[in-house]
Nanobody
Framework: QVQLVESGGGLVQAGGSLRLSCAAS????????MGWYSQAPGKQRELVAT???????NYADSVKGRFSISRDNSKNTVYLQMNSLKPEDTAVYYC???????????????WGQGTQVTVSS
């Protein structure tokens, strides 16, 4: 099947930066949209940013101008550059991908295991 492995989370002071990565591997034919979602303690998981295969991006209002999503289709990898971090950005960040798997050929939805981002004030 397909696995999504995230990396790059950690502890950073307010105003700092982090770069998250998520690499997809397995029985992949191609990947449609990829994205990042966040889930703070006691809250629902919510969209942070998405990117299509062609590079069209979409951001939550709360991160516009601070976060940037990108992808490397040759590596099946999506990135999230997080700048000017705020304490309210503290959450577990999950990678998401819509993947055309090889056998049987079908479109499936996958999540990564999550990576913790903690922003101290």
């Amino acid at each position: 099947q397909v696995q999504l492995v995230e990396s790059g989370g950690g502890l950073v002071q307010a105003g700092g930066s982090l770069r998250l990565s998520c690499a997809a591997s397995g029985s992949i034919s191609s990947i449609n949209a990829m994205g990042w979602y966040s889930q703070a303690p006691g809250k629902q998981r919510e969209l942070v940013a998405t990117i299509t295969q062609d590079g069209v991006t979409n951001y939550a209002d709360s991160v516009k101008g601070r976060f940037s999503i990108s992808r490397d289709n040759s590596k099946n990898t999506v990135y999230l550059q997080m700048n000017s971090l705020k304490p309210e950005d503290t959450a577990v960040y999950y990678c998401n991908a819509h993947v055309w798997v090889r056998s049987p050929y079908s479109l499936r939805h996958y999540w990564g295991q999550g990576t913790q981002v903690t922003v101290s004030s």
